[in-house]
């Protein structure tokens, strides 16, 4: 299940194996400020890209909802309806009501912070698939999926119960993302998907009593590193997990290209049986790659205590720098014209070209011309062509890639 802050990022989530995709409409969801967002004509879109490769689509309505809200909810639902969008992510009982009242699939966001069999019951009134607390051991969930199974535990469309997990991505220091941090220090609601990550910076820790200066061992004590499952996959698939989701609402269309497509392959690995630690190896070596914080396996293994970050931004082993945009391309050669208005860019770099019908394209840059001529090098200002295989549209962005 793939996050999508944008056309780009859909994009890349659908090239790269996803099977599902979760997306946020202007406000009232988690991520209202941390992604540019869909709005509501963009509906028909995304539900007709992901529909022809047979992928489903989820709206995020999961934030905490007031009286003034409950006609915006109904708005919003009613064009995810008639948009052909599969379901809608939800905690509040008055979205959970509406979308039930218009037959629409409900799936119970990890917000509601489920942790037991008999709260799976009583949401399966409403809902086809559960996301279990982030705080949940993998035994714990194993219980779950075992009790679904053995009470035979159905949601409204009479099928089992689906279980949904967080896989990887983004940690908060919050129980199940439910924090007031935000709230108190700016009167920004994090609950409200206008969180401004205090916990991400650093801070001093002063006894009041004594004013003694805590000394920690790591500088951001709040700031979890970002989860990753690949090391132990197998174990969480055979706990009955239906559904694996990849957080990133907020991060680049590279970011959900590159860790989309790691998991796809590690997926389908332990499906064919060749599920391995030197694939695992070679998979992470991919993730670090793109933005985090560092990695840790959550609470899944039974760790007491968070593995907290070491610094306030990414530990990306590579970067991107922007070049440039497209300006036209030659469909019969397969060749894409791009204006350089950054840094220059030479023959054996590799190039990301991003879009949002594109989405997100990695190529080697092995042959080039600027004015007709055959060139090395293109510079600020120049016009430069070369062959891409694929179209590439003025909408798109040229970005160079840089390892550290």
Known sequence: MAPAGNFESLQAAVDNGADSVYFGVEQLNMRARASINFNLEDLSEIARRCQEKQIRTYLTLNTIIYDHDLSIIKTVLDKAKVSGITAVIAMDQAVIAYARQINMEVHISTQINITNIEAVKFYSLFADTVVLSRELSLRQIKHICEQINKEQVK??????????????????????????????????????GACKQNCRKKYTVIDQESGFEIELDNEYMMSPKDLCTLDFLDQIINAGVKVLKIEGRGRAPEYVANVIKTYREAIDSYSDGTYSKEKVELWMKELNKVYNRGFWGGYYLGQKLGEWSDGAGSQATQKKLYVGKGVHYYPKPGIAEFKIDAFDIKIGDTLLITGPTTGVKELELEQMMVDDSH????????????????KIRPSDKLYKIVRE
């Not at 510079?379 to 070369?386: D, M």
């Open 155 to 192: 949601g409204p469309s009479g099928d089992l119960i689906e279980i949904e997990v967080f896989g990887h991505g983004a940690l908060c220091m919050a129980v199940s993302g439910k924090c007031y941090l935000s709230l108190h220090s700016h009167n920004s609601s994090a609950n409200r």
């Open 375 to 390: 060139v090395t090098m293109a510079e600020k200002g120049n016009n430069c062509t070369f062959p891409t295989g694929f």
